[in-house]
C-alpha cells in the first residue's frame, strides 16, 4: 500500500489533439512498391481504387505529403475520446519488480473500445462527402466493424458488415453492439455472395477469415456507386489515420519527462495499432532525435512478418483486390481460429513490409497461452482486462520487462493498448478453465498458403 | 457536418482531484432516523454492525464530520481512471433540436466499467487494514461484484460474490469479469447458505433479488471474523465515498462556465450513483449557491421512493440486517426480472429517504421500454451504450431537454451517466427485436410486500 503520490495518467487537453496525421512515406529511404493491377500487373491507377473508396481516400493512399490535415468535422468527434490516455504501469511494475518504466497508449476509451474509429470516422466522413449511402465492411474480432457503425450512423449512412465466422460463434455480444450502433451484421462466409458460397460448398461451418470476409464486402460493393468498402487496416491511409495515437504519445511521453523511450512495442494484424503508435516515433528516429526499438508482435499461429514470404499478393481470399507486394502466408491460408480475432489476417500492410524489409523494425511472435496469462496479470493490476490482440503486446512487455529485472537497466517501455477484452471475456473464461492450447503451428497448412501466392514475373 | 470547435470533455488533472469525501449528514436540516437492532428494537450501536464491517467504516456509517480525508493508498488507486470526465453531450441536443445544455458526468471509464470502484477501494483498503482475509458481497447488473472484485485484487484480498439469479443468467460476461479479477461468484439464490436454501425451496429457478443476495453474504460473513460482508450502496458511509462524483462535477462544471445548473438527475437503486452526483450540488443548494431541482428516477417496476412507504424495514430479504427507516416496497418484496438489475432493491437508501421526506429532492419513475430507447438514442449520438440503470436518468433528461425545446429555456442538465452497457448488449437485443415489454406494475405483489414490513412500535 504505497501512499507516495505517483502520477498515473498523462492527459492533454482538448486544445493539444494533433491537427494532422502524418505519412511517413516521404521519410523513408526508399519508396515502398507500387500496388498491381491482378489482369495487367501494371502499377494500380487511382481508378483502380475507385469501385472501391472515394478519391479523396484514394489521393490520401498515395499522398506524398508529410502531413495531412484533419478534417474539423472529424477533430468534433476524435474530441469526443481524444486524446487517449497514456498510463505508467505502476502496478505492473511493482508486480513484476521491474526496473522498466512501462507506459500504455490506451485507446480503449473510444466508443468502439479500441483504435478503430481513428479510421472509421475519416472514412465515413469522405464517403458521405463523396454522397455514398452505404458502407460495407469485413469485421475480425469485431473491433473494426463496431467502430465503423458508429462512424456511420453519426455521419447517417448505412453500414454492413461480414463478420470471421469463428469470433461471430465466439462474440456475440460484439455483434450486439454494431446493431446497437445501427449496423447490419452477417456470419462470414455468407450466403448472400459468390465469394462466401463457394467457401460454405468447402464447408458449411467453416470459420471464414478476414481475407473471405473482405472478399464479401468488396463483392457487395463494387458494383453499385451508392456502396462502397472501407477497410479497417493494411492500406497507407488506414494507417495513417491512426497516427494520431503516435503523435500524442510523443507529447505526453514529453510530459512524464521521458524523452527517449528504448522500445516501442504494438501487436500486428493488418498493422494499423502498430502503426499508428510507431510511425511518429520511427519519423524521430530517422531524424536522430531518438533511437528506441521497434517491435511487432503477432500471434504464434498467424505470423505473417516472422514466417510469411516478402512477395505480391491479394488483399482478400477471393482474390479480387489488386495485388500488394507484402508479408504474406498466402491469400488462402486461413489461420486456427484463436482468440485474437484482429490478428487472423494472411498478410500484413505493405507500408510495414516495406519497413521490416529496410531493417527500421523488428518482428516476434508469441503463442495466444503466454499472451492471456499477461493480459489476466494486466487486468489484475492495471485493472483493465484487455481485448487479446493487445496481449500479444503486453506479454513482449513482460518480457522485455523481465529482462530488465535481470540486467537492472531502467529502460522505458512503450505499448500499445489498442482495446479493451470486454466482448473477448469468453476467451479469458477458456483460458481459465484449461480449454485453451497452444496448437504447434501447422508447417503444412502454410506450405499450403504459400502456394497459393500467385506469380508476378519480374517483381 | 458542424466544422466549429466546441469543447465534448472537462477534465480535471489528477491534481485537482478532490481529496475529501463529503458527509451531507451534518449539513441537513434534521438528523436521519437511526438504525435499530432488529431484537431491541433500540438504537444500534458500533457493535451492532462490527460482524459485518471493519470499525472504520463504522465510524465512518455514523459520522458527523462534513469531511472525511481519503486515505493516500485509496487516492492511488482512484488516479487510474479519476478526476472521471465530464461531457457535453453535443450531438444529443442536436438529435433533440433542443436549447438545453446537457452534461453527463461519465464514470464507466473505472476498471469495473462504472461508479462502484469509488466505494469498492476504500472498503477493501478499510478491511485489509483492519486484517480481514475475504469479503463476501451481492451483487445486482454485476456491477458492484465486478468493483469488490477489482479490489481485492488489489489489496490480496479474497472475493466471494453472490449473483441475483435473474443478473446471472442474462449476463454470464459479468460473471467471468468478475473470475478475470480473481473473484468468485455464485447465482443467488444458492445452496450455500440457509438463506439461499430456502428460496430454492420455494422456486428452484427463482430469479432472486438483491435483499436475497444480500442475505446469503452476510450469512457467510457474521460468524466467521476473518471474513466481512461489503455492501454496495444504501448505507452512508457508501453514499459518503461517492460524493467524489458530485465534487468533480462541480469543478469541471465550473470549468464549462455553467455555475448554476438547473437539473442534476440520476436513477436510483440503493441510491448511491445518485446521492455521489446529487449530495454535494445539494450542499450548495443549501447554502444558497445554486438551486437546481434535484431529481431521482426509478424504473416504474421497482418504484420504492413513488410507492413505498416510509418505514422501518429490513435491508435484506432474510431479516438479518438492523432496521432500517427508509422507503420501502417491503423486504420481501421480489420485483420483475427488469433489465436493469442494479435497481431492483426493495428499499432505498435511509440517507436518501430522509432527504426525500425533507422535501428536498423529488423522484418519477420510468418504464423501461422508454429507458432503453433513449438509451439507444443516447448511443447512436454519444458513442456510449449505457448500462440500463443509466438509461432511467437518460430517459428523464431526454424528458426535460424535449420541455426545454416546447419552452424555449436554455436550462442546464447534469446527469450521472454511472456505467457503460458492454455487458448488457442482451438487453439492447431484446428491445430491438420486440422481446421487451413493459408489465402492468403488480398492484397485489406490491400489496404483499408492505405487508412483510415489521411493525416497530413508536417509530
Not at 150 to 169: H, K, N, P
Not at 303 to 311: D, I, Q
Request: with cysteine; net charge negative.
Amino acid at each position: 500500500m504505497d501512499e507516495s503520490v505517483r502520477q498515473h495518467k498523462f492527459l492533454l487537453d482538448e486544445s493539444e489533439m494533433p491537427t494532422a496525421w502524418y505519412n511517413i512515406v516521404p521519410d523513408l529511404p526508399e519508396p515502398p512498391p507500387p500496388a498491381l493491377h491482378p489482369g495487367t500487373l501494371e502499377p494500380a491507377g487511382p481508378e483502380d481504387f475507385a469501385p472501391l473508396f472515394p478519391m479523396d481516400l484514394i489521393l490520401q493512399e498515395v499522398s506524398q505529403e508529410r502531413y495531412v490535415d484533419i478534417p474539423g468535422a472529424v477533430l468534433d468527434v476524435y474530441r469526443q475520446w481524444r486524446p487517449s490516455p497514456l498510463f505508467r504501469a505502476h502496478r505492473l511494475e511493482q508486480a513484476l519488480d521491474t526496473p522498466a518504466h512501462i507506459y500504455y497508449k490506451y485507446e480503449g476509451v473510444s466508443p468502439a473500445g479500441s483504435h478503430k474509429p481513428n479510421t472509421a470516422v475519416p472514412q465515413a466522413y469522405y464517403n458521405k462527402l463523396a454522397g455514398v449511402k452505404k458502407l460495407t465492411t469485413e469485421t475480425g474480432a469485431g473491433q473494426w466493424g463496431t467502430a465503423l457503425a458508429f462512424a456511420c450512423a453519426l455521419f447517417d449512412l448505412e453500414c454492413e458488415v461480414w463478420q470471421v465466422g469463428a469470433s461471430y460463434d465466439q462474440k456475440p455480444y460484439r455483434r450486439l453492439m454494431i446493431e446497437a450502433f445501427g449496423g447490419v451484421v452477417h456470419r462470414s462466409p455468407s450466403e448472400l455472395t459468390a465469394a462466401g458460397r463457394s467457401y460454405l460448398a468447402q464447408d458449411p461451418n467453416h470459420p471464414g477469415s478476414l481475407g473471405i470476409a473482405i472478399s464479401e464486402a468488396v463483392e457487395v460493393a463494387a458494383p453499385d456507386p451508392e456502396i462502397r468498402y472501407a477497410l479497417g487496416s493494411v492500406l497507407n491511409h488506414v494507417l495513417m489515420h491512426q497516427t494520431i495515437i503516435g503523435e500524442e504519445a510523443l507529447l505526453q511521453l514529453d510530459k512524464a519527462g521521458e524523452r527517449s523511450p528504448d522500445l516501442i512495442v504494438g501487436c500486428t494484424g493488418g498493422g494499423s495499432n502498430f502503426a499508428g503508435l510507431a510511425f511518429p516515433f520511427l519519423r524521430e528516429k530517422l531524424a536522430g532525435n531518438m533511437s528506441p526499438t521497434i517491435r511487432a508482435v503477432e500471434p504464434a499461429s498467424c505470423p505473417s512478418l516472422t514466417r510469411g514470404t516478402y512477395a505480391y499478393d491479394f488483399g482478400d481470399s477471393a482474390g479480387m483486390t489488386p495485388l500488394m507486394k507484402m508479408h504474406t502466408l498466402g491469400h488462402d491460408f486461413v489461420p486456427d481460429p484463436i482468440h485474437a480475432g484482429g490478428l487472423r489476417y494472411h498478410g500484413m500492410s505493405p507500408l510495414i513490409s516495406h519497413i521490416y524489409e529496410l531493417g527500421l523494425m523488428e518482428a516476434i511472435s508469441v503463442p495466444q497461452s503466454e499472451c492471456f496469462a499477461a493480459g489476466l496479470q494486466f487486468a489484475r493490476t492495471e485493472g483493465i482486462v484487455p481485448a487479446p490482440e493487445p496481449t500479444h503486446a503486453i506479454a513482449a512487455t513482460v518480457q522485455e520487462a523481465l529482462r530488465a529485472k535481470e540486467t537492472g537497466e531502467e529502460i522505458v517501455i512503450l505499448t500499445a493498448l489498442c482495446g479493451h477484452g470486454h466482448f473477448d471475456l469468453a476467451s479469458y473464461d477458456a483460458y481459465l478453465n484449461g480449454r485453451m492450447v497452444d496448437e504447434a503451428f501447422d508447417e503444412d497448412r502454410l506450405a499450403e498458403g504459400l502456394s497459393t501466392i500467385p506469380a508476378v514475373p519480374g517483381r
